[in-house]
């Protein structure tokens, strides 16, 4: 088995839709920076890299290039999932916070649970996801994903 942490942080800009869990959420703001800005897809496809000591989203998506300008950010996750075969290892479970002061997740939880387990091949119930706000942090323009993984070996 192998475990791996990921951690994310990008802040709200106005003008662009807000998506969490490749999950679009109704909301004044948006996630600006790297790509379409999912902070939480970012935070997961780190932890299956990490869990591999696979290069991190960064060095293989670099920000500097402009064509992962607003790209959808399935797209990282899904080059993880296909490292993470190829090495010869599935899934077990994830678990993610998420710390924003708004929107409010918990009505879209289910929804982006359900979605996250659906890229990942896992069922929902796979998928932990809790929503903190950040108390006495000052970042209140900021959303910040943190997400663990655990990886076990196929025997085939
Ligand atoms: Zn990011």
Request: overall charge negative; proline content about 6%.
């Amino acid at each position: 088995m192998r475990v791996g942490f990921g951690w994310d942080s990008h802040e709200f800009k106005s003008g662009i839709p807000l998506k969490i869990g490749g999950v679009t959420l109704d909301h004044s703001k948006g996630l600006g920076g790297h790509s379409d800005g999912d902070v939480l897809l970012h935070a997961l496809t780190d932890a299956l890299l990490g869990a591999l000591a696979a290069p991190d989203i960064g060095s293989l998506f670099p920000p500097s290039d402009p064509k992962w300008k607003g790209a959808d950010s399935a797209v990282f996750l899904r080059e993880a999932l296909q490292r993470m075969r190829a090495a010869g290892y599935a899934v077990v479970n994830v678990d993610a916070t998420l710390i924003l002061a708004a929107p409010k997740i918990g009505p879209h939880a289910a929804a982006i649970r359900e979605h996250v387990a659906e890229l990942l091949g896992v069922s929902p119930d796979c998928v932990g996801l809790k929503a903190k706000t950040p108390e006495g942090l000052a970042t209140d323009n900021a959303a910040i994903a943190n997400a663990v993984v655990l990886l076990e070996k196929k025997t085939t």
